[in-house]
């Protein structure tokens, strides 16, 4: 069955850093990668996704490129802001129903 | 645009009472969706509507959870009687195409503690 494995935080950067926070799945046919993200207090919103293998998916200025061969779906941004503080969900499509990934408590300090 | 909205936002029960949460998915999305999140765990798919029919209830845990979704709009998902294990946040979302490439939105979830 379809899987996801994220790298578990929680994970605490100083302001203007560079985050990387790794997924990997494991997946029948073609399935969609998504990131989500909740902020504290609210619910998850949709980040960024990708289709197909190869495509990169952005937003905010955050990144992450679908790749087939390594079966990954890294995030990444350049520069963090305290703002992004929150937990991010990596997430494959299926079908239709979505499988997460356990989420990376991200907290980002001035 | 109204997005997906959820109530309550918080439930607290005892064991063995009932709740009953309800969602309303955004106006127009044929497809809606319920998750439910354990306390550090995954979150995991529940059951998936198509207008008022359901499409694929795989993911309900057992019978004492009951979902409807009378008339294809707004949904309730009922707990009866509760244990203490169905405490978690439980996440509703709604989607026009229900495929592999649509996009899910996702309303603020309803957190739930059975006591």
């Known amino acids: 069955g379809n899987s996801v494995t994220q790298m578990e935080g929680p994970v605490t950067l100083s302001e203007e850093a560079f985050l990387t926070i790794n997924c990997t799945y494991t997946a029948t046919g073609y399935p969609s990668l998504f990131w989500y993200v909740q902020y504290p207090g609210e619910g998850l919103q949709l980040l960024l996704k990708a289709t197909k293998a190869d495509d990169k998916g952005s937003n905010k200025g955050f990144e992450a490129t679908y790749r087939k061969e390594t079966t990954s779906f890294h995030l990444e941004k350049g520069s963090v802001q305290v703002s992004d503080s929150a937990v991010y969900f990596c997430a494959l499509g299926g079908s239709y129903q979505l499988t997460f990934g356990k989420g990376t408590k991200l907290s980002v300090i001035p | 645009e109204a997005g997906v909205t959820q109530f309550p936002s918080h439930s607290v029960i005892e064991k063995g009472q009932t709740v009953t949460l309800r969602c309303d998915p955004i106006?127009?999305?044929?497809?809606l969706y319920w998750y439910r999140r354990v306390m550090g765990k995954e979150i995991k798919f529940l059951l998936h509507f198509v207008k008022e029919s359901k499409q694929d209830e795989s993911g309900m845990p057992n019978n004492r959870f009951l979902a409807e979704r009378t008339g294809g709009t707004y949904s309730t998902l009922k707990v009866q009687p509760a244990e203490l294990e169905d405490s978690g946040v439980y996440f509703c979302?709604?989607?026009?195409?229900?495929?592999?490439?649509?996009?899910?939105?996702f309303g603020p979830g309803t957190r739930l503690t059975v006591l």
């Open positions: 106006s127009g999305h044929d497809n």
């Open positions: 979302a709604s989607s026009q195409a229900g495929t592999r490439v649509d996009t899910q939105y």
